[in-house]
């Protein structure tokens, strides 16, 4: 399987900007994507294809990356963003990083 | 409007097999894949299977030998089932929609049914 690696949590002040990382144990590609999960709701898609952003996301949000290092970003952060961000591929079987919590403070 | 919404029993016996529902309404199940995802305090989300726009299934190794997905369009339901509980299943189980023919990424999620798994 293809692991995914991501450091567990971050803490910014409103307006900052933010860079949460992923690490792919092999090369992915661009076949990343990333997800918002608020505490008690499902994930919600932000970003896919590495650098392509849903339809309703807001542009504070963008995505980089390829290979084996992918980079979210959120610029400027708000209090709203507080949430567990993560990393999916889609180049082996489909796996989902552990999560970076972000906490606003 | 896309929506998703999974039904399942709350709480089941270790060694007992799980069934859940989702049903979905905005879109149809021959247009789109239907993935499930679990989330556990253990591993975190985990990719269980698809179903194909098709009908036919994939399912993660980890759970091939006592997972089976199905799908009754006319009902525009799609189904889970689990053999051979452990604790360790215990969890949030989603249904997902897959945002193309094979685009392996989830636009559209139900809210999740949570399943406790314990005598």
Redesign the interface.
């Known amino acids: 399987d293809t692991v995914l690696t991501q450091s567990p949590a971050l803490a910014v002040s409103p307006g900052e900007r933010v860079t949460i990382s992923c690490r792919a144990s092999e090369s992915v590609s661009t ?1 990343m ?1 990333w ?1 918002q999960q608020k505490p008690g ?5 932000l970003i ?2 590495a650098s392509n952003l ?1 339809s309703g996301v807001p542009a504070r949000f963008s995505g980089s990356g390829s290979g084996t290092d992918f980079t979210l970003t959120i610029d400027p952060v708000e209090a709203d963003d507080t949430a567990t961000y ?1 990393c ?1 591929q ?1 180049w082996n ?4 990083g ?2 970076t919590k972000l906490e606003i403070k | 409007q896309v929506q998703l919404k999974e039904t399942g029993p709350g709480l089941v016996q270790p060694t007992q097999t799980l069934s859940i529902t989702c049903t979905v309404s905005g879109f149809s199940l021959t247009s789109y894949y239907m993935q499930w995802v679990r989330q556990t305090p253990g591993k975190g989300l985990e990719w269980m299977g698809f179903i194909r726009s098709g009908g036919s299934t994939e399912y993660n190794s980890e759970f091939k030998s006592r997972l089976s997905i199905s799908r009754d369009t006319s009902k525009n339901q799609v189904f889970l089932k689990m053999n051979s509980l452990k604790t360790e299943d215990t969890g949030v189980y989603y249904c997902a929609r897959d945002q193309g023919l094979g685009a392996y990424y989830f636009d559209y999620w139900g809210q999740g049914v949570m399943v406790t798994v314990s005598s």
């Not at chain 1, 709701?41 to 898609?45: H, V």
């Not at chain 1, 079987?93 to 989902?96: E, N, R, S």
Request: charged content about 15%; hydrophobic content about 25%.
């Open positions: 076949l994507h997800y709701q499902q994930p919600k898609l896919y294809l849903e993560y999916q889609s079987d489909l796996t989902f552990s999560g």
